[in-house]
């Protein structure tokens, strides 16, 4: 009996664990990538590509390596608790590398078109479009891994800024941002307190006159480290946690966590303090 073919779309950090996980399972695994390189949202490019994940050149990760790395491979003892995205991206190559899984992908080759062929009640298949150097080629799969992310499309609702077609400014979003230098004694205001917004008004107030950071509904901010200098999701998520946190309920669990993080400063004070609670809403940018 012949081993089932899987069509991996995209080559970032869900495509390699697809591919080796297909492996695993005995299946046959080709993994697309439009690119000419593996890495997905992790591998910096200078200029935004169209229909690709963009990141800043200073980003860091904010899940310990501890908590991010794969269960089979850990990351090496010398890199940092929180990686650079240059170090991500090299864990992903030595991942590759180690499990053999750069054979399995076809670089600079878009999927045009996924559909059910016409016996998939029976047959289950796929009938998979790709194109690479301007020539497309069909191609039959018994199954489909979506590996593409969602940090692709930037939202930008220019419709809630009323007069924005007269600013005379700049303005764009945070997918498009590099570097700070462009701000250098200029008044910036950026739109938003989740991680980017937060990495990118420390960053900027560097070298910008001025630079205010704005938030519709406040947030809880949370240190990288916590007691001892250990990482927070380290000691945060054990099992002692857990246990704690089924034992005395999720509003008392908030009200220590919020009295913790008011110890570091009074989000009050700051005008921060936000209406939900800290668990409720914890997540990326809460």
């Not at 301007?134 to 009323?162: I, Q, R, W």
């Not at 916590?226 to 380290?234: C, E, K, R």
Request: include cysteine.
């Amino acid at each position: 009996m012949t081993n089932k073919r899987i069509a991996v779309i995209g080559g970032g950090v869900s495509g390699l664990t697809s591919i080796k996980c297909c492996l695993e399972e005995g299946l046959e695994p080709i993994c697309f990538e439009r690119t000419d390189d593996i890495g997905g949202l992790w591998r910096f490019q200078e200029n935004p590509e169209e229909g690709r994940a963009s990141i800043y050149k200073s980003l860091v990760i904010n899940t310990s390596k501890e908590m991010m790395c794969f269960s089979d491979y850990p990351i090496p003892d010398h890199f940092p608790n929180f990686m650079h995205n240059s170090q991500v991206l090299e864990y992903m190559r030595m991942y590759a590398k180690e499990f053999d899984l750069l054979k399995y992908i076809q670089l600079k080759t878009t999927v045009c078109s996924v559909k059910k062929r016409p016996d998939f009640s029976t047959s289950g298949q796929w009938e998979v479009v790709t194109e690479s150097e301007g020539k497309k080629k069909v191609n039959v799969f018994d199954g489909v891994m979506v590996c593409t992310g969602h940090h692709t499309n930037a939202y930008l609702p220019l419709e809630s800024f009323p007069g924005i077609e007269t600013f005379k400014g700049q303005y764009f979003h945070s997918r498009d941002y590099k570097s700070p230098e462009s701000f250098t004694g200029k008044r910036v205001i950026i739109i938003g307190i989740g991680n980017s917004g937060g990495d990118l008004a420390v960053e900027i107030s560097h070298v910008a006159k001025q630079v205010f950071l704005s938030t519709r509904r406040g947030a809880w901010i949370l240190n990288r480290i916590a007691d001892q200098g250990y990482p927070f999701d380290v000691l945060f998520h054990s099992r002692l946690k857990h246990f704690l946190k089924k034992i005395c309920g999720q509003s008392l669990m908030n009200t220590y966590l919020e009295k913790r993080m008011n110890q570091r400063f009074n989000h009050e004070m700051y005008g921060l303090k936000p209406k939900h609670r800290y668990v409720l809403r914890m997540g990326l940018g809460q």
